[in-house]
């Protein structure tokens, strides 16, 4: 189902497209709105944490459901008149700085000056039975997210990677007790990071894991293939995410070493007129991060529009402020000719 404006332009060109309907991108048209740029947002539906029941450390709605802090937000950028949303996924962008053309999955295609990414990341899930049944209720990726609530509860870590090491630590600020399971695979991680979790009384164990056992909200243990049982009333995992970013690919966006888009000071990546936000980008991933960043690149984008002028019917756009201080007086024209 689609959402739009009452007052959605008829013109086929916007100033921005928004690929992404979560906090960094609605954050980003919530912005770009403030400064009347003509913007489109593209949101698929298929934001990282929809399954999680509480959001928690959102300022001033601590703690929400993400679902319940989406639809604030979607209420708030539907104040702006020059903003429209859609619940399509993109499928293809391609062009450069001004001339952008964005292809959806109903087979449109919209032009924009500029274009936002905040098409978040994917983590890879365990593959152990009852997963779906207790993920964002008693399961869950991120630490921080979900670590007070973890408070006094022994806690079950899933992952083999040599990050997992530090994930466990972590979880010591609230944790009554970590186990790491590997999921039959061999820890990654060298001797040091062994006898870290070893000085401070985390399990370390290289076996498989076969089942969360429990109703949702109620997790007890996780069975694993040889029958033992690891009781634990929360469990996190630590596997791998990727950034969702095979479009920033074909724009030419720079990444770091960890696939995460490089951006400036102003949330543009480095392809020029190509804007990047959220967990998309390198730092903490965290809700109110995300929109922080969204609200950076949004800023950032509806101020480089000044450059160009503006579409039919829009309204007027303020000069390049830097140039025109910058700009010699008449008066200094004439002294100098």
Known sequence: MSTSSPTEPTADIWDAVVVGGGVSGLA??????????????????QNRNRAVEQAHGYLAMDPSSPADILRAAQAGVDRYPGVVRRSLEVTAVRGELGAFEVDAADGSCVRALRVVLATGVRDAKPEVEGFDEHYGASV??????????????????????????????????????VTVVTDGRRFEGDEQRRDALARHG?????????????SRGDLRSVRLGDGEVIPCSM?????????????????????????????????????????AAGDITPGYQLLQVAAAKGTTAGVGCARSLRREPPLPGAPRRAPVVEEELEAPSPVEETAQG
């Open 28 to 45: 980003a048209a919530t912005w770009l709105g403030r400064y009347r740029r003509r913007t489109l947002v593209f949101d698929h539906g």
């Open 140 to 177: 869950f990726h991120c630490p921080s997210c979900d670590g007070l609530e973890a408070g006094d509860r022994d806690i079950v870590v899933l992952g083999w990677s040599e990050d997992v090491a530090g994930f466990a630590l972590e979880l010591l600020d609230w944790a009554a007790s």
């Open 202 to 214: 985390i399990s370390l164990l290289e076996s498989d894991a076969r089942a969360f056992v429990g």
């Open 235 to 275: 469990a996190f995992f630590s596997i791998a995410h990727a950034p969702r970013s095979p479009l920033a690919e074909v724009l030419g966006c720079d990444a770091d070493d960890d696939g995460s888009l490089v951006v400036d000071e102003h949330g543009e990546t480095t392809a020029p007129g190509v804007y």
